[in-house]
């Protein structure tokens, strides 16, 4: 069993649908349009700015990754998929609590917890929790009652990656 398996274009359409629904998605590079998503849920949010300044240690992001593969474990059960939502390109099912494999090319995630371009989601096959990376807003979001209580204990790593804490 693969740990990422690519959603086939139905699949695909048909989650970013129910996400565009759910969330009020509405992508953008201008502020005046952020916030991107909406919810009544609660939510967590961290400036992320430092991870695009020269000299941002890579490790820092290896340590990102295991930060949320720690969450995404403590929001799932076992054997449990989410789902991996690239803008614009292919997007995946995982097993959170299997091996993460990295892109050998890319040295990341499939879809990569910090968002360099495009927005990165995370989100559990019900919708009630996701990760949301704005590269604009140069933001992660946390949405949902277990996810921002699965990070709460981990806010202190956070700000050792020199991210900020906004809500």
Not at 42 to 58: A, F, S, V, W
Not at 65 to 81: N, P
Not at 140 to 163: H, W
């Amino acid at each position: 069993m693969q740990s990422w398996t690519r959603l086939d274009p139905a699949q695909n359409h048909d989650v970013w649908d129910r996400f565009f629904s759910e969330f009020n998605f509405r992508p953008s590079i201008f502020s005046k349009d952020w916030p991107s998503i909406h919810s009544s849920l609660p939510r967590l949010k961290l400036d992320i700015m430092e991870c695009y300044r020269e000299g941002y240690n890579h490790d820092n992001l290896l340590i990102l990754e295991d930060l949320a593969q720690d969450i995404f474990r403590k929001i799932t059960d076992t054997g449990e998929t989410m789902l991996a939502l690239d803008w614009q390109h292919d997007s995946f099912e995982f097993y959170p609590h299997m091996d993460m494999p990295r892109d050998p090319e890319l040295d990341e995630w499939p879809v990569p917890v910090l968002p360099n371009g495009d927005y990165y989601i995370f989100i559990t096959k019900d919708f009630r929790n996701l990760w949301f990376g704005h590269p604009w807003e140069e933001s992660i979001t946390l949405v949902g009652a277990e996810i921002t209580s699965a990070a709460q204990p981990l806010t202190q790593k956070f700000v050792e990656l020199n991210f900020s804490l906004l809500s």
